[in-house]
């Protein structure tokens, strides 16, 4: 059960992130209605949310879940793998001071963004991306060892994060897209295959009672409603632009 998450509102340089897809730039003043509506998604699953300050010396800093992984006993604050992007954890410790005591860091030659982490209940996937790397996971799974949890690698080959192929729904439902359907790791889970022409709408965000997809991929949208969950959408659009789903938006705990 969540309670809380924090996020950071999309900054003036937002145009500025980092992208691989081929969209277009961000419209600003969209991309603040549709954060808006994620920050009001999260309350109605029940957060109480943190709303942090745009920060424009970091055009990608509205992804605030690549910071840091946070547990119910430790949050750990992550380094980056993009250069562009090393820095935005400074002000996320900060924050996170607030609700943790115990706060433990990723240091450097190891690399790891929070997008690379998924856990399924005390166990911790952590995808080796162009971002993350092996000395960042091991030290991941070190801390989290100390903390009562599990954590072992996956190979990430063709998207951004861990997370941007696979997430974790809850009850043992696997929501996954093209390199990580039928990958070993999760052979026990019933694995929902999201078709390759929604592959983008497979990052949804479980929380409490309900499942948040993105606006506009109905099958994706039906494969989650019956597997029993209620939905919630968010469009957007503008983070998409910027290789950014729902998850990447907040850090919940
Ligand atoms: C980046 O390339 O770092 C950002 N433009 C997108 C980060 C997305 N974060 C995530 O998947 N957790």
Same mark, same amino acid.
């Given at each position: 059960?969540?309670?809380? $998450? !924090?996020?950071?509102?999309?900054?003036?340089?937002l145009m500025e992130g980092i992208t691989t897809a081929d969209l277009g730039? *961000?419209?600003?003043?969209l991309a603040l209605k549709q954060h808006a509506n994620y920050v009001k998604a999260l309350e109605k699953c029940g957060l109480e949310v943190v709303v &942090?300050? $745009? =920060?424009?010396?970091? *055009? =990608?800093?509205?992804?605030?879940?690549d910071t840091a992984v946070v547990t119910g /006993?430790?949050? !750990?604050?992550?380094? *980056?793998?993009?250069?562009?992007?090393? @820095?935005?954890?400074?002000?996320?410790?900060?924050?996170?001071?607030?609700?943790?005591? +115990?706060?433990?860091t990723i240091k450097a030659p190891g690399t790891l963004e929070g997008g690379d982490v998924m856990r399924v209940e005390n166990h911790f996937f952590i995808g080796l991306s162009k971002r993350t790397n092996e000395e960042g996971a091991r030290q991941l799974?070190?801390?989290?060892?100390?903390?009562g949890y599990t954590g072992s690698t996956i190979?990430?080959?063709?998207?951004? /994060?861990l997370k941007t192929g696979v997430v974790y729904l809850g009850d043992n439902n696997i929501l996954a897209a093209g390199e990580f359907i039928d990958c070993p790791d999760f052979? +026990?889970?019933?694995?929902? $295959?999201? +078709? =390759?022409?929604?592959?983008?709408?497979?990052?949804?965000?479980?929380?409490?009672?309900?499942? !948040?997809? *993105?606006?506009?991929?109905?099958?994706?949208? $039906? &494969?989650?409603?019956?597997? @029993?969950?209620?939905t919630l959408e968010v469009g957007m659009s503008e983070f998409?632009?910027? +290789?950014?789903?729902?998850?990447c938006l907040s850090l919940r705990f």
């Open positions: 059960m969540f309670t809380r $998450a !924090i996020v950071r509102k999309p900054c003036e340089n730039k *961000p419209d600003y003043d &942090l300050d $745009a =920060d424009n010396r970091y *055009p =990608d800093s509205v992804f605030v879940e /006993h430790c949050a !750990i604050i992550t380094n *980056p793998g993009a250069p562009s992007r090393k @820095g935005e954890e400074i002000e996320i410790r900060e924050a996170l001071k607030e609700f943790y005591s +115990d706060i433990e799974i070190q801390y989290l060892k100390k903390y190979p990430v080959r063709e998207v951004l /994060h052979e +026990d889970f019933n694995v929902i $295959a999201v +078709d =390759d022409d929604e592959s983008y709408s497979v990052n949804c965000i479980r929380i409490n009672r309900y499942v !948040i997809v *993105p606006e506009g991929f109905e099958k994706t949208k $039906a &494969l989650v409603e019956r597997a @029993g969950y209620k998409r632009k910027l +290789d950014g789903g729902l998850t």
